[in-house]
Structure formats: C-alpha cells, structure tokens
C-alpha cells in the first residue's frame, strides 16, 4: 500500500472512531473568506483603542472598543436595514446592562452584585427566546451587566453606558456606510447566488451530486427570499428601482428553480448549451445595485421579439426551463412570503428564564470565590455559551474551551513579544479580524480571537495578567454549568424539535401534492415554496440534533429517511406539474 492510501485510509479510521455527533459539533462551515467583516473586526476593535491612547484615556478606548467588539461578532450579511437595528438593539442593551453592573458595583456588594446577575439572567432568557433581534438584545444585555460588575469604569455613573454605546455605533457606520453607494448589494448577491446555484445544479444532472445541489440550489431561494422579504412586494416590484427589479429577477428565479428541479427529476446529463441558461438569464434580469436610484434595464433596448433558447426543448423540463428564458417571471405577481416567526410557549419562555438566572447566579458565585471583583469572565461566558437558538448547546460549549485554551496559548506568545500598548493595537487589529472571520467559519476560531482580545483589554486596564491562564478553567466550569442544566432539564429537546420540523415537512409536501395540479401559477410556487422551505428546515433542525450527545441513535436515520422520502415526493410533483399535469 503507498504510503498517500495508507494516509487516507488512517483518517477514514479516525473519521470512523469519531462519534457522528462530535463530527458535526467540530465540522466548520463552507463560505467565502469575508474581507469586509474582516476589516470591519479589525478597525472596530483597534481604532477606540489607538484614540484611547492619544486622548490619555486608556480605559475608555477598551469600553468603546468592547461595544465594537460585540457588535461585529453579531454582524450578518442581511440587508442594511435588518443589520442597523440589529446593532443599535445590542448596542441599547448592552448599554443598559453595563449601567446597572457598574451601579451595582459602585454601590452594593458581593450579595448585591450576584443578585443583579440573577435578575439579569433572568430578564435575558425572558427576552431571548422572543426572536432573533430579541436574542440579540437580551444576550448583550446579560453580558453588559457582567462587564459592569467586573470591571471598574472610571468617569459618572453615564460615561461607561455612553461609551459601549458608542462603540457599537462605530461598529454599525462601518457595516452600513456601503450604503451610500450599493444600497441592496446584500439582497442583489443573493439573488444571484439563486442563479449560480441553478447553473450547478443542471451541471450535475444525472450525476450522483445531484441530490446535494438541489439542496443547495432551495437553501440560496431560501435565503434571497427572506433577504427581499423585508420589503413589500406590493409596494416595490412595479417601481423602476433596484429593489423593484431584485423582486421581478427573484419572481424569474423561482420560476428557473422549477424547472431545473424536472430537469433533475428527468436524471440525464444535459448540453452546456442548456448548463449557462442561469447566467444568460441573471445577466439580463438581475439589475444593477443604484443608491435609490431608478434603474435602467439591464438587458439594453427591448428586443422586438422573445429571445429563443440556445437549446433544444425536446423534453417537459426543457421547455419549462425555455419558456422561464423567453419571458422570466411573467406569470407571477406576488413574492411568496417566508413563514412568520413563532414565538415560544409561555412554559418554554419562563422555563428558559429560570434555567439561565440560575445559572448565571452559580457562575457568580463561584466566579466571586475564585476572583472576587475581577470574575465577570465565568459569568459572560454563561451568557455567551447558554443560547440554544443559536445551535447546539454542547457544541457551543466545546468549541468555546478549545478556543479559549487556543487563544491563551497565543496570548503567551503575544505577552512574550509585545509589551507595547501602540504595538498591543495592532495585535488586537489582526485578531479583531480573526474574530469578525471566525464569525462566519466557526464558533472555536471566533471565541481563538475573542481571547487574545480579551488579553489585550486587559492590559490597557492594568488588570492583573495572571488571571488570564485560569479563564481556560473557568470557560471549563462555565461549560459544565450549561451543560448541566440543559441535559437534566431537557435532554432530548432538539431531538422533539427535529420531530416537529419533519412531521411539518411532511404535512407541507402533502398539501402541495394534492393542490399544485389545480393552482394558479401564484398559488403552486406557494405551496412548492412552502414545502422545500419545511423540508430545508428539518435537514437543518436534523444536522442540528445530530450535533448534540443523544441516547436514541437510531432515531435519526428514520427521520432523515422521512425527509429524503418527501423531497423525492416534492420532486416528482414538481416535474408532473411542469409536463402539464392535471388532475
């Protein structure tokens, strides 16, 4: 055996001997290295710290570069609107939380500041479970309180609000200022992204990567859906602006997106004539991005006739698909609406509650016997580590210990080199980025950069650097916390919610089954909407409860079988509608 198979063969071992859970809980995500977020992390975090220095206010450069910090680690490629009030509810939050740490630091004591803890755990699981703008505030709002009553801000009792505040605020101009000359680039790309994602898809026709890359091909009309959903059909797509001409090029999309679906369904490898379709038809749909603007049509003049296909349409996918290429999106009026968030049950919503100020009260305990007035570390990372709406608990609890053991061995490395402050800003700038990156790549190299942050602010304060090496301990302990409480309370909540998801997919291809050979245009990509969007959401909410340790294996593979079934059903009803089916 050559020595590159015996290699290959050792990983597939190893590969093997890993449970499947702990796969996934490792496994990092697939995306574009993102440039922007990388400077937007690099500048958020070093440029308060370098004002800071030359203003002689050390300590406020770290809180204005701590509210930076925050706001690009939630940070997204949402349209600017969604991004701005993301933003500006962390930033109030946190605001808010840091106002009654550091009030209860002035003026209580330990008994005090561990019950302010507590109310606030309990205040930020209330809000969390409410949505993902709610999450967002009621996170920050829970890790301002823990910096407030950790670390001493110099100044009135509304300097250090203001500063974190600011600090955000910093962090949201620089997310939004390409604003000013691409206002709907985030919604423009994924539309795009529905193309290119269509052309990959008829590229692996009657292949066995076919399966994968019409998944793939519903995730990207998933997410351009519910990046043009904040903005109304009815009031946009008959003006001439970019938003308007990013709906009609969505309308062509969906339509595309069906017939390429009977195209897979026909199973056979198809001419490149047939494979570039997508990218002729986004290059004369899909507008360019104008600051408000009125738009000219992209394709130039008006042809006096419909172009004809560069293909032959000799099958009922074909035609389907050279119909879409004559005259796109004409036969749909309405954006189809993504489903409407669910909130919680009031049960779910105070158990949740009760659960993280428990947890958040025990963190400060125990952080108040290990350090005293310095343990704000134990208690943030409960509040970073307990979200469950943000994926696997157990997941988010390894990741953030080989993380922070990771970033404190780099910390050595970086207090052994550098004892400068001027030069300590540009160590926080690089791994300001390495965290704004990690972000979108994976929790363990976000929380890598997070640490050496971390160290950095630490010593711009004049902490005591000897703490640091026990964080590792204490993210430990935090961890053990979470833990704890989830799997006692609720040990098998994201297999019960995978249940749901697929018993929901189920009910959705069914309904679009009996219905889609009688509807309109309109109502038929509804219901095909409708059934691929449940169908995405229980491979999501499966892989996501694939992730965590689980005392019934075999579950899993029934339910992923349950959901290839009904995509197969989508499929197959999606080609009998396209060759013209009636019932």
């Known amino acids: 055996m050559s020595e590159p198979t015996a290699l290959r063969a050792r990983a597939g071992t190893l590969r093997g001997a890993v449970p499947g859970w702990l796969g996934r809980s490792l496994r990092a995500a697939r995306a574009p290295f993102p440039r922007a977020a990388a400077v937007r992390g690099a500048l958020a975090v070093s440029v308060p710290l370098m004002v800071g220095l030359l203003a002689g206010h ?25 991004r701005a009030l993301r933003i500006a509810a962390l930033g109030g939050s946190a605001a808010v939380g840091l106002l009654a740490g550091a009030t209860a630091l002035r003026y209580g004591d330990a008994v005090v500041i561990a019950a302010l803890l507590a109310v606030a755990g309990v205040v930020s699981g209330w809000v969390s479970v409410g949505g993902p703008l709610a999450s967002v505030a009621g996170m920050h709002l829970l890790l301002g309180a823990t910096v407030g009553t950790g670390i001493p801000v110099p100044g009135p009792w509304w300097a250090g609000p203001l500063e974190l505040l600011g600090g955000a605020l910093f962090a949201l101009t620089l997310t939004c200022l390409p604003w000013l000359w691409r206002r709907h680039s985030p919604e423009r790309e994924a539309v795009i992204a529905v193309f290119d994602a269509a052309e990959r898809a008829l590229s692996r026709a009657g292949t066995s990567g076919a399966t994968e890359a019409r998944a793939r091909m519903t995730l990207a009309l998933n997410t351009a859906q519910d990046l043009l959903a904040v903005h109304s059909s009815r009031k ?34 198809l001419p490149p004539a047939v494979v570039r379709v997508p990218s002729l038809l986004a290059a004369r749909v899909v507008p360019p991005v104008r600051a408000g603007r009125p738009v000219p ?9 419909e172009p004809e296909p560069p293909f032959t ?6 035609r389907a698909l050279a119909e879409v290429y004559r005259a796109p999106g004409r036969s749909l009026t309405l954006l189809p609406d993504p489903p409407a968030y669910a909130g919680p049950r009031l049960a779910d919503r105070l158990r949740f509650a009760l659960l993280l100020g428990g947890c958040t009260l025990a963190a400060a305990v125990v952080a108040y016997l290990l350090h005293g007035p310095r343990g704000y570390w134990l208690p943030m990372t409960v509040a970073f580590l307990y979200k469950p709406d943000l994926g696997p608990v157990f997941g988010r609890a390894l990741n953030r210990c080989l993380g922070t053991v990771a970033g404190v061995g780099m910390v050595a490395v970086v207090a052994w080199l550098v004892t400068d402050q001027w030069a300590l800003t540009l160590v926080a700038a690089v791994f300001g980025a390495v965290m704004a990156a990690g972000v979108r790549y994976h929790y363990a190299l976000s929380t890598f950069g997070l640490t050496v942050i971390v160290f950095v602010f630490i010593d711009f304060l004049g902490d005591d650097r000897q703490l640091l090496p026990s964080r590792v301990l204490e993210t430990v302990i935090a961890a053990a916390l979470v833990l704890t409480a989830h799997f006692l309370t609720r040990p ?6 995978a ?18 050979p009688a509807a309109s245009p309109d109502e038929r990509h509804q219901l095909r909407r409708t059934a691929y969007r ?38 197959a009803i999606t080609a009998y509608v396209v060759a013209g089916g009636r019932r």
């Open 58 to 82: 050390p300590v406020a450069g770290v809180v204005v570069g701590l509210g930076g910090l925050w706001a690009v680690g939630q940070d997204s490629a949402a349209p600017y609107k969604a």
């Open 313 to 318: 349409a000799d099958t009922p996918g074909l």
């Open 236 to 269: 946009h797509a008959e003006r001439p602006t970019s938003i308007g001409g990013l709906i009609t090029a969505f309308r062509a999309s969906v339509q595309l997106v069906e017939a390429v679906t009977a195209l897979m369904v026909e199973g056979r490898p």
């Open 499 to 516: 249940e749901l998801r697929v018993a929901a997919a189920d009910r959705a291809w069914r309904r679009y089954d009996r219905r889609a």
């Open 492 to 497: 098998d909540s994201w297999r019960v919610r």
């Open 297 to 305: 049509d992209a394709s130039g003049p008006v042809p006096d006739r």
């Open 534 to 571: 449940r169908l995405a959401e229980a491979r999501q909410a499966l892989d996501t409860a694939g992730a965590e340790p689980h005392r019934d294996p075999d579950r899993f593979p029934v339910l992923e079988r349950r959901v290839a079934r009904a995509e197969q059903g989508c499929d």
